[in-house]
């Protein structure tokens, strides 16, 4: 199986890169991809390029195996739209289950995405809740397709729902952001190469 984390990581941190490892170990996957946007659809337009953020991706990952940067949503015009990376990924994998990762504040938008529905067709959707997260308003669409035993996503190829348990690191990009705008350290929230990296090109520096 295969997993999917997209994101702006615009930069990347560990949150991000906590819980893609914790999904790869608690899935057993073979391999994690973290995807970044190019143009997000739903959100402001990030600060670094899509080739910095790329860049602090590769910096991020070095030294962890599983964890592999893909830049096919740079490599694309237009909108970065998730069914259209899946769909390239199911061309490119097509005998992997690939679960997609996501988290629950980006769930319940979900029925904003373009193309949504068809999500299913390329992957399973595995929605990250914190540990108690009641499941309120749930769209009969994901319940028809609910799975509670996480071995039945290994055992067909896309269109299941599995919520998972995570303990989130209480850490974003937007507050990284804006304490380098103040001048304060980002320190222990992401990995000191990506700070470097920060540091030499001048990102966020003005907010
Ligand atoms: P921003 O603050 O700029 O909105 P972000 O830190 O939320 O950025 P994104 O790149 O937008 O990061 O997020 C990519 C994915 O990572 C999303 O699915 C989001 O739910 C998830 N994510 C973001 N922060 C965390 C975190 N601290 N722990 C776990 N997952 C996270």
């Known amino acids: 199986m295969i997993g999917v984390f ?3 990581f615009d930069p990347v941190h560990y949150g991000h890169l906590r819980s893609a490892l914790e999904v790869k170990e608690l899935f057993g996957l073979d391999e994690v991809r973290l ?3 190019k143009l997000p659809p739903h959100r402001d337009q990030p600060d670094a390029t899509p080739t910095m953020r790329l860049d602090m991706l ?3 990952i070095q030294d962890q195996s599983g964890l592999v940067v893909d830049a096919r949503e740079l490599n694309r015009d237009g909108p970065s739209y998730m069914v259209d990376t899946l769909q390239s990924l199911r061309e490119d994998f097509p005998k992997h289950p690939l679960l997609l990762f996501i988290g629950s504040d980006a769930f319940e938008k979900l029925l904003s995405w373009h193309r949504w529905q068809e999500l299913f067709d390329f992957a399973h959707v595995v929605v990250l809740i914190r540990p ?3 499941l309120a308003n749930v769209d009969t669409f994901f319940l028809a397709r609910l799975v509670v035993n996480q071995s039945e996503l290994s055992s067909s190829l896309a269109g299941r729902v599995f919520f998972q348990p995570v303990t989130q690191l209480d850490i974003s990009a937007t507050a990284i952001r804006e304490m380098i705008a103040r001048k304060q350290s980002p320190r222990f929230l992401l990995p000191d190469g990506v700070i470097k990296y920060i540091h030499q090109n001048r990102l966020y520096q003005t907010h």
Do not use: L, S
Request: net charge neutral; glycine share 24%; with cysteine.
């Open 6 to 8: 997209g994101g702006t």
């Open 35 to 37: 995807i970044p946007c």
């Open 58 to 60: 590769q910096i991020a």
């Open 132 to 134: 108690g997260y009641a």
